[in-house]
């Protein structure tokens, strides 16, 4: 699965290079410090992704929460998939409801924003890209500010 998700896992870095590239470039530090580690090189060689954590969600209605596995600066990033209809995700401190259909990436961090996905027809898979704060301070790659932004000019 890690193989085949290679192109997806490298889309979601990519992403997250723009939106927050202190946070970006400290999960390449941190990937890289995995990879020196003799006992997990294979395994880490193979994992395309900046993020050290995904969670797949299937099919399943998200009550309101924050999540509590990173750190407040951070951003994670929720892809949904599948043939689904009326997909929606809840940002109800925004009072935003949007759109989550077939395809939708949404970078936003997840420790401060209380998000919930009610029940949708068909069938859909939520990616949760992430990054777990304990991996970090095991690498020692400190910890990001929050993001400014990206400056275009």
């Known amino acids: 699965w890690v193989s085949a998700s290679r192109e997806t896992f490298t889309l979601m870095s990519g992403i997250l290079s723009l939106v927050h590239p202190e946070q970006y470039a400290q999960g390449v530090k941190c990937m890289q410090r995995i990879i020196d580690n003799s006992d997990l090189q294979e395994y880490a060689e193979q994992w395309a992704c900046v993020f050290n954590a995904v969670t797949a969600l299937t099919n ?49 961090c997840g420790n401060v924003l209380r998000h919930g996905v009610p029940h949708c027809e068909g069938e859909r898979i939520c990616l949760a890209f992430y990054m777990r704060e304990f991996v970090h301070l095991w690498a020692k790659t400190g910890k990001a500010a929050w993001s400014m932004g990206v400056d275009v000019k």
Request: overall charge negative.
């Open 60 to 108: 399943r209605e998200t009550p309101f929460h924050r999540d509590g596995s990173g750190t407040f600066p951070w951003y994670d990033i929720l892809l949904t998939v599948g043939r689904y209809t009326r997909g929606q995700l809840s940002l109800p401190a925004l009072g935003l409801d949007l759109d989550y259909c077939p395809g939708t990436v949404v970078p936003f």
